[in-house]
């Protein structure tokens, strides 16, 4: 087993910590976009917008999210509404059904 029991040295947490502080006190995405080096990948305003949704889509794939249009968040309250009536139902037949 090692030292550190799986964690990073004390030397990765501080230079983590730093450039934390750094992206932190950014205020404008080019700076950002080069502090985090995508600014070869990032050179217009519609790269970034593709990069989140690209990242968007991936998060969502593996579960992490899940962000839903305006159509799919009014279909799913339609099914959980149908389903709560329909167990309303069964279960109103059911104490029916014992009587």
Do not use: C, H, W
């Amino acid at each position: 087993m090692d030292r550190s029991y799986g964690y990073p040295p004390n030397v990765i947490i501080e230079k983590f910590q730093q450039r934390l502080k750094i992206i932190k006190n950014l205020d404008r995405y080019s700076d950002f976009v080069k502090a985090i080096k995508i600014d070869n990948m990032i050179k217009t305003p519609e790269d970034m917008i593709n990069l989140i949704k690209r990242s968007v889509e991936i998060s969502n794939k593996q579960g992490y999210t899940n962000i839903l249009s305006i159509t799919e968040q009014q279909d799913r309250k339609f099914d959980e509404r149908s389903r709560y009536n329909k167990q309303q139902q069964q279960q109103y037949y059911n104490r029916k059904d014992k009587r």
